[in-house]
């Protein structure tokens, strides 16, 4: 298995690097879009990312228009904000009508545009233009985009596609419950942008991937499914392969094994593309320094400068303090939130079997669209904890279904055709997840209800829809579910909802965790606990390399334990991978 080398990417001016959430999709674009700058090339690195990690890989603050980065000659960023593209697609839909109508019909556009559909829609605008901005193009050798978690990076490159079909089929002009008024006249930008990323000699696809086995599945769903939109000039780079491990070290040892069980086990359709890996480095890939060793040549430095800071030891708790704590304080939601690939699954479930053992009666569920619950538990019936998954496709179909048969019978033949219309709009399947969220919720009158959330970008859109969602339905369907008018409120009162945030104990994941608490707490709710998930310090491994990057964790433990958390557990890396009830049991001894 070759080293990944950005010189391997020829002359192709688009690429996208995606994977499952934690993979080092960032670091992966950042090193790569440095190195093409080092080589004399004019370089533009744009996140799409609602979580985006840029700013914090670059050490500066970013905005929706490229900037340059500070000693790298060549090289620009940026980010597309959705919030802040969603507020100037809002203000160009608006604008122009503020002082010229009634003050209730511009209250009554700005609630139709609040919703997350706007925000997408206002996202994939900008992704548009710079697809098809010949500026930019002439500019830049090299466009490289440092997309979302796997599941909102297929919404976003399947958007082309399915706003192109659904303004073909169009025979009405388009609705879409508002936020896609107008957009006929940007018909012919689209079909440009689907003929950019179909073309192989224009557009890459960089599937990133840990040596492990969810995210190379993850990979491996990714790459069939963009296959099937036809973008099918991709690799593979597995971020992260452990180079040589220490005899006699057991955590160095199942590190390395692990890996290589994952490696030899790739998936069949992986196999049939290239495959590349990177080195896995026990630092932080945040600076420029840092970024350019990623794709050096020279031996991996274990050199810490953190190995004597003390640590907190006194603030930090274990997993069954966590329990204990929501156990005793009778919460009926909890939900566990964080960036993609923190182990958010792991912590639902270990939270879940340990409520169960104390006899409560808990049900599981997932709002990520690349959930993990199946892989977490055999099949089987479990006396006091159940299972389920919202899943997009299916929830999108039902809903459509239940709209058509509350309305059908009331609608003439063209009515019944333009409401078909909407509901095949791309913007339905927010609502019907949404939907499906506030019935969930719904069931801890009866029940714990143990939430593993989406990455953090799409939470944050799922829970500001709550406030403005119930009004756009009671508008275009009369029908507001009690499920819906009382989530945000329930959310908001902590004898009800508690939330413990989960991170690893590095730089990129515990800023991403900050301003999720941030964000959060605009919101009303405040997170409970911080979860330190996967730490290799609290393994006492020996070898070396796995040292350095133990003694790293120190910095992150103690940020999060002094400054940011009212509460901090930690759970440790574990040598084996741990599946099922029985074994999740383990964590909570």
């Known amino acids: 298995m070759l080293k990944f080398q950005p010189s391997q990417i020829g002359q192709i001016p ?4 995606t994977g499952k959430g934690g993979v080092g999709k960032t670091s992966t674009a950042c090193a790569t879009a440095v190195s093409l700058a080092d080589e004399g090339k004019n370089v533009l690195i744009v996140s799409t990312d609602p979580a985006s990690n840029l700013q914090d890989v670059f050490g500066m603050e970013l905005t929706n228009k490229p900037q340059p980065i500070k000693g790298v000659k060549g090289l620009y960023a940026c980010n597309l904000d959705p919030e802040e593209a969603a507020e ?24 139709q545009l609040s919703g997350a559909c706007t925000v997408e829609i206002a996202a994939f605008d900008e992704f548009t233009s710079i697809l098809s901005n010949e500026e930019f193009i002439q500019k830049f050798d090299h466009i490289l985009f440092d997309t979302a978690p796997t599941g909102h990076t297929l919404r976003l490159l ?7 079909g659904y303004l073909e089929e169009s025979t009405h002009g388009v609705s879409c419950l508002g936020p896609l008024a107008g957009l006929n006249e940007k018909k012919d930008m689209y079909a440009r942008t689907v003929d950019v990323l179909s073309n192989p000699d224009k557009t890459k696809l960089v599937l990133v991937s840990r040596p492990d086995t969810s995210s190379l599945k993850e990979a491996e769903r990714a790459s069939d499914e963009l296959n099937d939109i036809g973008l099918q000039n991709q690799c593979l780079v597995i971020n992260g392969v452990f180079q040589e491990k220490t005899e006699g070290d057991p955590v160095s040892e199942a590190f390395y094994q692990r890996q290589q069980k994952a490696i030899a086990q790739i998936p069949s359709l992986l196999r049939e593309i290239e495959i590349y890996m990177l080195p896995y480095v026990p630092y932080s890939l945040t600076g420029v320094s840092n970024i350019r ?5 020279h031996q991996i430095s274990t050199k810490d400068q953190q190995h004597e800071l003390p640590l907190q030891q006194s603030k930090l708790d274990n997993v069954q303090a966590v329990i204990d704590d929501f156990s005793a304080s009778r919460a009926r939601i909890i939900l566990t939130m964080g960036k993609g690939g923190v182990g958010k699954t792991t912590a639902a479930s270990i939270l879940a079997v340990g409520l169960a053992e104390k006899g409560h009666q808990v049900h599981l569920t997932t709002t990520d669209p690349a959930a993990h619950l199946d892989d977490m538990f055999q099949k089987g019936e479990l006396e006091r904890l159940t299972f389920s998954r919202i899943d997009p496709k299916f929830e999108v179909e039902a809903y459509k279904r239940k709209m058509i048969a509350a309305a059908g019978p009331y609608l003439d033949d063209e009515a019944l055709a333009y409401l078909e219309e909407d509901l095949n709009s791309p913007c339905t399947e927010e609502i019907a997840v949404f939907r499906a969220f506030a019935e969930v919720v719904d069931r801890s009158k009866n029940e714990i209800v143990i939430i593993d959330t989406a990455p953090t970008g799409h939470t944050l859109l799922l829970l500001d829809a709550a406030q403005s969602y119930h009004k756009e339905l009671e508008r275009t369907t009369g029908e507001v579910p009690e499920s819906v008018k009382e989530l945000l409120p329930r959310l908001r009162n902590p004898r009800e909802t508690s939330v413990a945030i ?51 964790e120190k910095t992150w433990i103690n940020k999060v334990s002094e400054e940011l958390a009212s509460k901090t557990a930690l759970i440790p890396w574990e040598p084996q991978e741990k599946f099922g009830y029985e074994q999740l049991k383990e964590y909570i001894k």
Request: aromatic share 14%; no cysteine.
């Open 502 to 552: 989960v991170t690893l104990a590095e730089a990129t994941p515990v800023f991403e965790a900050k301003r999720l608490q941030e964000d959060l707490k605009r919101a009303e709710i405040e997170p409970k606990w911080w979860i330190i998930n996967q730490s290799l310090y609290a393994t006492h491994t020996k070898d070396p390399i796995l040292t350095s990057k133990a003694f790293s």
């Open 158 to 164: 399947q958007l082309p596609t399915a706003w192109n």
């Open 293 to 297: 060793t990623l794709f050096a040549d």
């Open 14 to 17: 688009f690429l996208f690097f």
């Open 88 to 111: 100037a697609y809002r203000e160009k839909m608006i604008g122009p009508y503020r002082g010229k109508l009634p003050e209730v019909a511009v209250n009554q556009m700005e609630e």
